[in-house]
């Protein structure tokens, strides 16, 4: 009786919104305002019991990409203002301390090349996106002066339209990171010049010439960083992209890059994050770093097995997809407390192939004005033995209006088989283990 009335009071605890209605039986909804990078809030609402996947699938309806909703996370922000990718295969509720209404993001999850994008409003959610990321200067970091001039020449011409000598110029410090000095002369002339070449040029194709240029000159492009700590205290940012595991300095300048073909394994206690590199004698070095929070860290240890699955395998392995941990006060009680320990459903080649075959059936093989990748393209791509993703061979370089010709990979690499995905072995109260099996050293 004890162990039921406990019960009780924590669900009169969790479900604060719940009402009785006339039959007897509770019910309630949970209400999410629900904010695009574009600053747009909408209102969302959902049943209590409801995984974060509903609040997703309600956003991509709403605003016409249900097919590619696989690139879209919701991100959540702590009480520090770091942000967390809330888990979309576990119920919202048990993610988020305190009670509805709850304030979300919806936020590009894994930034693919645009060429594989296949809908125009999918290219526009990863257009402000990644202008999010330009203002912020998190992925700017050695690039060239005349690269960020054209970008803001044509993030102006999308905004303001056709250059004007008069008012335009003025206007191109707003689109200057933020966390740069004044913007530079040099760069209002440069952006001018650029500026005045995109005369007449349709919106959507600046767009996605804004995103080409990002995914091609940007070696950051799709990185989300995190504040960390070494063993000296000094303070770093751990980056975790596509391609490889990225340290900065405080200012976002790159000290090393680790490719995945150099990770060992990944552990998780605690504060601390331990990334198991291979040296070039074969032995295994460990290199510690600390963030603030038990939450931050294992968001991070997360975040390193989600992108490496995403983007380097054919398929996720079963055992990965099933890997689940229990909270331990609402096991309990509820036989189903279970809780998946990663956000994996499908990789990047099935998200893409799921998204051509429904626009296929849906539009009759309507063809789209913006150039992308064909399914022949994906089965050709190649990666190391080790597993390092490789960029995604483009279709066609044809250009189209002002376009450049889309760049070609340089690469190419002998693809492995994506069913050696490693499982991981997942514990909260303890520590997070993750290991790359085609690194192990014999």
């Not at 976002?252 to 990944?266: A, D, K, L, N």
């Amino acid at each position: 009786m004890a162990l039921q009335n406990l019960h009780e009071l924590y669900n009169q605890k969790r479900h604060t919104n719940r009402v009785v209605g006339d039959s007897g039986k509770s019910s309630t909804t949970l209400v999410c305002y629900v904010t695009l990078a574009s600053n747009q809030v909408y209102q969302i609402e959902v049943d209590h019991k409801a995984d974060c996947q509903e609040v997703i699938d309600k956003m991509c309806k709403l605003i016409g990409i249900t097919e590619e909703a696989g690139y879209f996370g919701i991100q959540l922000a702590g009480s520090k203002n770091e942000m967390f990718w809330l888990n979309s295969r576990n119920r919202l509720s048990r993610q988020i301390p305190g009670s509805a209404p709850y304030h979300l993001n919806f936020k590009v999850k894994y930034f693919v090349p645009p060429c594989s994008l296949q809908l125009e409003e999918t290219r526009h959610q990863f257009y402000t996106n990644v202008v999010q990321h330009l203002k912020n200067g998190s992925w700017d970091a050695d690039t060239t002066l005349e690269t960020q001039s054209q970008l803001i020449a044509l993030m102006a011409y999308i905004q303001f339209g056709n250059y004007n000598q008069n008012t335009t110029p003025c206007k191109y410090a707003c689109f200057w990171p933020e966390c740069r000095n004044e913007i530079p002369p040099e760069a209002i002339r440069m952006a001018a010049s650029f500026h005045k070449d995109l005369k007449d040029v349709t919106i959507s194709h600046a767009k996605y010439e804004l995103l080409s240029i990002v995914s091609r000159e940007f070696p950051s492009y799709g990185t989300y960083f995190y504040d960390v700590k070494d063993i000296f205290d000094h303070r770093l940012l751990l980056g975790v992209g596509p391609n490889d595991i990225i340290l900065c300095n405080s200012t976002g300048s790159v000290m090393e890059r680790f490719p995945f073909c150099r990770v060992h394994t990944i552990t998780n206690t605690a504060r601390v994050v331990t990334l198991n590199l291979l040296e070039d004698d074969g032995s295994v070095k460990g290199h510690n770093y600390q963030l603030s929070s038990t939450r931050l860290a294992y968001s991070l240890y997360r975040t390193i097995t989600e992108v490496h699955a995403f983007f380097q395998s054919d398929s996720i392995k079963q055992s990965l997809i099933d890997q689940t941990v229990r909270e331990s006060f609402t096991s309990m009680f509820d036989h189903n407390g279970k809780e998946y320990a990663f956000d994996l459903r499908y990789t990047f080649l099935e998200v893409y192939d799921r998204a051509r075959r429904r626009m296929y059936h849906c539009t009759n093989n309507t063809t789209n004005l913006i150039p992308t990748c064909s399914p022949l393209d994906f089965n050709q791509r190649t990666r190391s033995l080790s597993g390092s993703v490789n960029s995604v061979v483009h279709g066609d370089n044809t250009s189209i209006g002002s376009l450049d010709a889309i760049h070609k990979s340089g690469d190419s690499r002998v693809k492995h088989d994506s069913s050696s995905l490693t499982e991981s072995v997942v514990s909260v109260e303890h520590s997070s283990y993750y290991v790359f099996p085609e690194n192990i050293v014999l």
